[in-house]
T-cell receptor
Framework: QQQVKQSPQSLIVQKGGISIINCAYENTAFDYFPWYQQFPGKGPALLIAIRPDVSEKKEGRFTISFNKSAKQFSLHIMDSQPGDSATYFCAASNNQGGKLIFGQGTELSVKP | EPEVTQTPSHQVTQMGQEVILRCVPISNHLYFYWYRQILGQKVEFLVSFYNNEISEKSEIFDDQFSVERPDGSNFTLKIRSTKLEDSAMYFC?????????????FGAGSRLTVL
């Protein structure tokens, strides 16, 4: 019940295209859903996050869509750029603490 | 921008040896964490630390592991007797903590290789 399932494992997108990464969770106590971006040799860095009281959050080219009833959330990267090539992790935590449960990660490659 | 600093960046050790990984969290942060990432796998929670004590730990964090905040700035992870399967990237993170959006800032990691 603590798991966060992420798909796809890898994704190749052409420059300018839309990248979509999906996550699903089981624990209804989760109420904070961040996405982290990780470049090789670096630690994960917060990209964007959402609380379950909204269905969508947009920051620049990055959008999180959240479906509370389905217990799913997704990251959309519009106008994908080669510089977006990285591993993306979805995560979840509950209100009581900072322990983040991470998904398996998606390796995104944006081709020029 | 404030950052979490980790040392060493890479450590190679023999199986059975003790290893200490060090972290300097962001100065006004109150919650500290260790995560690990085995090559090609997801980031896994090890332990969280608040108010000078462990607040939560995972099944991975067995008796071979310990954490300490010895001097008010450093936060260390000790592995008492390393095993081959301890080979991973270890990430320290810190946050202001509390409720709501608890934003964790991660360090660049310490790669541990156990031979």
């Amino acid at each position: 019940q603590q798991q966060v399932k992420q798909s796809p494992q890898s994704l190749i997108v052409q420059k300018g295209g839309i990248s979509i990464i999906n996550c699903a969770y089981e624990n209804t106590a989760f109420d904070y859903f961040p996405w982290y971006q990780q470049f090789p040799g670096k630690g994960p860095a917060l990209l964007i996050a959402i609380r379950p009281d909204v269905s969508e959050k947009k920051e620049g080219r990055f959008t999180i869509s959240f479906n509370k009833s389905a217990k799913q959330f997704s990251l959309h990267i519009m106008d994908s750029q080669p510089g977006d090539s990285a591993t993306y992790f979805c995560a979840a935590s509950n209100n009581q603490g900072g322990k983040l449960i991470f998904g398996q990660g998606t390796e995104l490659s944006v081709k020029p | 921008e404030p950052e979490v600093t980790q040392t060493p960046s890479h450590q190679v050790t023999q199986m059975g040896q003790e290893v200490i990984l060090r972290c300097v969290p962001i100065s006004n942060h109150l919650y500290f964490y260790w995560y690990r990432q085995i090559l090609g796998q997801k980031v896994e929670f090890l332990v969280s630390f608040y108010n000078n004590e462990i607040s939560e730990k995972s099944e991975i964090f067995d008796d071979q592991f310990s954490v300490e905040r010895p001097d008010g700035s450093n936060f260390t992870l000790k592995i008492r007797s390393t095993k081959l399967e301890d080979s991973a990237m270890y990430f320290c993170a810190s946050s202001t903590g509390g409720f709501g959006a608890n934003v964790l800032t991660f360090g660049a990691g310490s790669r541990l290789t156990v031979l």
